[in-house]
């Protein structure tokens, strides 16, 4: 009876073993994958990294060689300060005094969605935009949007 429990002990032993030296191999494996997917996608970021700084850096030089735009009106006398696209993140117009949300859309539809843009707009911009506003003409001037909005562009 002692010779059977000794060899079934015997058994287990090797067993757990072979468990640990097995499983401590498919770990080393499963880590060895996780490090070559970490490092597969810093290098792709630091590939996107180097592209972007090149990009960014050829930008730089051609606005060094380019002739210096008119800044307040782009071709076809739409001020500069205008925005072509919404961005990710447009302000609320509607916080400025005199700008409902019809007033909003409008702005928005040509090219105003932050504070930072009526913040700058000069004597030209407004006449410009006055222009567009329709039935709103004059708000901007009569409510004073660029002091308001350079307030609101600070908060």
């Keep these: 009876m002692t010779y059977l429990i000794s060899q079934i002990w015997l058994c287990l032993l090797i067993a757990a073993v072979l468990g640990f030296v097995l499983g401590m191999w498919w770990r080393g494996r499963r880590c060895e994958a996780e490090i070559d997917d970490i490092l597969t996608r810093q290098r792709e970021a630091l590939r996107l990294r180097d592209h972007t700084i ?23 006398g739409k001020p500069a300060v205008l925005l072509a696209a919404a961005p990710a993140q447009p302000d609320d117009l509607k916080r400025i005094s005199g700008v409902g949300p019809k007033l909003e859309a409008l702005l928005n539809s040509l090219g105003v969605y932050q504070f930072s843009q009526v913040a700058k707009f000069s004597a030209s911009d407004i006449a410009w935009v006055d222009q567009h506003l329709g039935s709103f ?8 949007w660029v002091a308001q909005a350079k307030e609101l562009d600070q908060s």
């Design 54 to 76: 090149d990009a960014l850096r050829e930008q730089a030089n051609d606005a060094q060689t380019a002739p210096p735009a008119k800044p307040e009106t782009q071709a076809g």
């Design 137 to 144: 003409k004059g708000r901007i001037e009569r409510d004073d």
